[in-house]
């Protein structure tokens, strides 16, 4: 407890503010007309619904377990609802709702255990405080896009919005303008425990003045943030309780919600540099494309990441310059010859050939190839383990085991995937094939196709193809993000034509041909 608290309270002391006129012009107060004044009282079939479609889990003082409670319902569903309305009309959240007890898990399991420093401090809330939030974070999102509140570029926490869907944005972007014989530089911010030094008081200024939070609605905001107390519960032992004066909780409902507000005015800040961005959660990222000997606009570039650097340390954010990743894109012709270019963006140099984006890697000429082996090599890792248990499990168990350990890591932003060489989308075959024949205990010589149709997999070129599919068809349909529809504007013909409501597309131009430019997203 007092290693994650005197983490926070060093991170806080070292950033001390600076002149930063520029970054703070454009946090201006841009509330809309419309105010939230107070949250909606609720009705005993939504908390119903809630509670029972809730997950099970139990918070180590809950006094009564979350099983016997949801079995208690048809009692105790009046005295619930009486407490969950109760906090949302008068404003005030109880403080046995604001105890949190923080479990630290590992952050990777090769980590020494030992070492402090290599836990994460989520926290454990009561489960009615959990049932509580997320009725506030469903009238909050619904004022946020009613108003259009919303950063349009930022993919966290969001309906229809994914780390895929930021993906398939940045990517497409980066491949249209290699396309173009232009090179990309791709910058990954990193930020220290972001989540953990979040001034309150500068969080509810943005409630009130940036997103138009007034009122009991404001109050309730207050009441959350204050006197809240956390322990740190580990092997059976628990610490003493200690004040949590920053940040918000992360393993809450709210509070990815409340972060994202927190970080709204950023965006502005990088647009005043033409700078293209995105943002998922903490994870921030720049990118500018410019042509060969053009380096004016490597300069903005410079600027801009200084003054977001600005911003942060006057909103107690800590930007890990160590951290920061920075990668050069374009066409192999082009990237080859500025391998020893020497780009410097705030003390951040370009350091490697890939970087990990959001859990995908990305190399200079986004071919995809060393992601392919690193999920490959991952998966034929846990492939063998559960190989080893197989005949000691029934068939239901064992695919449950290979949806969770390999077929995830097989679909996840395979939509990327789209148009890459044969050989590649290969190596990722020959691991599907592996994981269906000890699922099915076929020999290794036997017609893979009857096992995939058996077990109704679709091999891995056409769950590719059905992934850019379904995210087509979302972003005609508005179930996408706004930037995902954008990028398929419909063909309205200058005339009349019998094709003009066939719901055709606009099919952009590209280059038949560029030597290290992947071209098949734009083509797909």
């Known amino acids: 407890m007092n290693f994650f608290t005197d983490k926070i309270d060093n991170i806080r002391n070292t950033i001390t503010n600076v002149d930063s006129t520029a970054s703070n012009a454009l946090v201006l107060s841009i509330a809309p007309k419309d105010k939230l004044q107070c949250f909606t009282t609720i009705g005993q079939e939504e908390l119903n619904k809630l509670i029972t479609a809730s997950k099970p889990t139990t918070y180590l003082l809950d006094l009564v377990p979350t099983k016997l409670l949801k079995e208690l319902l048809p009692v105790a569903e009046k005295l619930l609802l009486n407490i969950i309305n109760s906090t949302l009309s008068s404003g005030h959240v109880p403080k046995p709702f604001k105890l949190a007890v923080i479990k630290p898990p590992i952050k990777k399991p090769q980590l020494d255990p030992s070492e402090l420093a290599n836990y994460r401090p989520i926290s454990n809330l009561p489960f009615m405080s959990k049932i509580l939030e997320k009725i506030v974070c469903a009238q909050l999102c619904s004022y946020l896009q009613k108003n259009d509140l919303y950063e349009e570029f930022q993919s966290g926490f969001r309906p229809h919005h994914s780390t895929e ?18 090179i990309s530089l791709l910058v990954l911010l990193d930020r220290s425990t972001a989540f953990d030094t979040i001034d309150h008081d500068i969080l509810i200024d943005r409630l009130q003045n940036y997103t138009g939070i007034q009122g009991l609605a404001l109050r309730w905001f207050r009441s959350y943030l ?23 909780p992360q393993g809450s409902v709210l509070g990815l919600l409340l972060f994202s507000i927190y970080m709204l005015p950023l965006g502005n800040i990088i647009r005043k540099y033409g700078i293209s ?32 650097k600005d911003w942060m340390t006057n909103n107690f954010l800590l930007l890990n310059s160590d951290k920061t990743e920075i990668l050069i894109i374009g066409p192999e012709n082009i990237t080859q010859n500025l391998v020893d270019y020497n780009l410097q963006l ?22 995809f190839e060393n992601h392919i ?10 492939l063998r383990n559960i190989a080893k248990l197989r005949n000691m499990l029934p068939v239901p168990d064992a695919e449950k085991l ?11 932003c395979n939509a990327l995937l789209g148009g890459c060489p044969a050989s590649s989308i290969n190596k990722l075959q020959v691991v599907q094939n592996a994981v269906a024949r000890v699922l099915t205990r076929s020999r290794k010589y036997d017609h893979i196709t009857p096992t995939l149709q058996s077990l109704h997999w679709l091999p891995i070129k056409f769950r590719i193809s059905y992934k850019i599919l379904l995210l087509t068809y979302k972003a005609l349909n508005g179930l996408a993000p706004v930037y995902l529809t954008s990028l398929l504007p419909r063909y309205n013909p ?13 099919v952009p131009r590209i280059a038949k041909s560029t030597k290290g430019a992947p071209v098949w997203i734009q083509n797909t």
């Open 165 to 182: 869907t930021a993906l398939v944005k940045i990517t497409n972007d980066l491949l249209l303008a290699s396309d173009q014989g232009s």
């Open 226 to 248: 204050s006197d809240r107390y956390h322990v740190v519960y580990l092997n059976g032992e628990s610490s003493h309780l200690s004040p949590v004066k920053y940040g918000v």
């Open 277 to 308: 961005f995105h943002c998922y959660a903490d994870d921030t990222q720049l990118y500018i494309s410019t042509r060969p000997g053009e380096t004016s606009k490597l300069s903005k570039l410079t600027e801009c990441v200084k003054n977001v």
């Open 346 to 367: 705030d003390g951040c140099t370009v350091t490697s050939s890939t970087v990990k984006n959001l859990g995908v890697i990305l190399d200079s000429n986004l071919s």
């Open 373 to 382: 082996s690193h999920v490959t090599k991952t998966a034929f890792f846990h």
């Open 402 to 412: 290979v949806h969770a350990f390999m077929t995830s890591r097989l679909d996840y």
């Open 494 to 506: 200058s005339r009349s034509l019998r094709s003009q409501n066939a719901g055709l597309l606009i």
